[in-house]
């Protein structure tokens, strides 16, 4: 079991929130993402990478049925106890899965909404100091290796209606990023951006063309 007693604790629309230091802490990207949200009662939510659980408690809060995964296994138990100490405020349900992407979803499990703020930025071997830490942030070299993976797997999981939502980063490589959106058939349209120091943020919502 992971020592929560010793991390570090914030608030967020009245969910408490355990940290861990092998567990990427919420930042900028993850409340543009929960802002871009269009979430409706009952909607059945996937969320990729969840972290400590936030995006997909919120989701929960908000009367989604949600399920989570993530490869970091620090991670998994964190959102599980996340998920434990904050069930009162939860009206929707949660389920914590462990793996890569889309392993751990069954094969006619699918989704209203998918959500994922993935490992996006542009990375080089000498960059690389090695843990989880690492497997939160590292987008490869042209920022796209895990997005790109992503992109290929999500329609099989969409409902008629579904939609997915990821982060991109001005660091990263647009032009192959709309490649391969362009290439698996996904109708894609940014709907929020956020200037930040270095980089400009942008939340990607996209749909299968029929
Ligand atoms: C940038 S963090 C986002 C965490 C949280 N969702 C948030 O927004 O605060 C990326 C997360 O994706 C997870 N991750 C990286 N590659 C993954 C993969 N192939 N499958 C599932 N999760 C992955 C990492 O372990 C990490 O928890």
Redesign the pocket.
């Known amino acids: 079991m992971i020592d929560i007693i010793s991390s570090k604790t914030f608030h967020f629309n009245g969910l408490v929130i355990d940290l861990h230091p092998e567990?990427?802490?919420?930042?900028e990207?993850?409340f543009l993402?929960i802002e871009a949200l269009k979430i409706n009662y009952g909607d059945k939510i996937l969320?990729?990478?969840?972290?400590?659980g936030?995006?997909a408690l919120e989701c929960a809060r908000c009367e989604a049925q949600t399920i989570c995964?993530?490869?970091?296994p620090f991670?998994i138990q964190l959102a599980r106890h996340n998920s434990e100490r904050n069930r009162q405020m939860l009206k929707g349900t949660i389920e914590v899965r462990d793996?890569?992407?889309f392993s751990a979803i069954k094969e006619r499990e699918i989704f209203d909404i998918v959500i994922?703020?993935?490992?996006?930025l542009p990375t080089s071997n000498e960059k690389k100091v090695g843990g989880?830490l690492d497997?939160?942030?590292d987008g490869g070299k042209d920022g796209l290796q895990?997005i790109k993976?992503f992109i290929e797997g999500i329609k099989k999981y969409l409902s008629q209606n579904g939609r997915a939502y990821f982060?991109f980063s001005s660091l990263s490589d647009r032009t192959k990023l709309e490649e391969y959106l362009d290439k698996e058939r996904l109708t894609y349209e940014i709907v929020l951006s956020q200037q930040f120091d270095f980089e400009v943020i942008d939340i990607y919502c996209v749909t299968p063309k029929y």
């Open positions: 567990v990427y802490e919420p930042a990207d993850s993402l969320e990729i990478g969840t972290g400590c936030l995006i995964t993530d490869v970091n991670a793996g890569d992407l994922f703020n993935p490992p996006y989880w497997v939160a942030t895990v993976r982060v």
